[in-house]
């Protein structure tokens, strides 16, 4: 079993800027492509951004794109999320996820990844 915790939430203003940790634990966090989503009251869970295994590939969410920076440090086997110029509609819990299928596309569906840590609260507001 893949452990994933998540942290860096918190209460920030619009314009302001967080930065969300994920720390894996459990198995090789190397293996593992990782993913962002968010989910609001009321709303369905929302792809925010994956990176490949290396590195080297990423991809965003129309709604975070110049916004949010997904990073991976795979010898400290943790995923990073760097929000800039938040609005109040970024506010949700935002969780991280591993997908151990090995694919040619990064994936942006909740059901193609298959650990989910507990998530994290971000609230942007004024």
């Known amino acids: 079993q893949l452990q994933l915790v998540e942290s860096g939430g918190g209460l920030v203003q619009p314009g302001g800027s967080l930065r969300l940790s994920c720390a894996a634990s459990?198995?090789?966090?190397?293996?593992?492509?990782m993913g962002w989503f968010r989910q609001a009251p009321g709303k369905e869970r929302e792809f925010v951004a994956a990176?490949?295994?290396?590195?080297?590939?990423?991809t965003y969410g129309d709604s975070v794109k110049g916004r949010f920076t997904i990073s991976r440090d795979n010898a400290k086997n943790t995923v990073y999320l760097q929000m800039n110029s938040l609005k109040a509609e970024d506010t949700a819990v935002y969780f991280c996820?591993?997908?151990?299928?090995?694919?040619?596309?990064?994936?942006?569906?909740?059901?193609?990844?298959?650990?989910w840590g507990q998530g994290t609260q971000v609230t942007v507001a004024s």
């Open positions: 996820a591993a997908d151990s299928v090995l694919a040619r596309v990064l994936h942006t569906t909740p059901d193609e990844y298959d650990y």
């Open positions: 459990g198995r090789t966090f190397s293996w593992y492509v």
């Open positions: 990176i490949s295994r290396s590195g080297t590939s990423t």
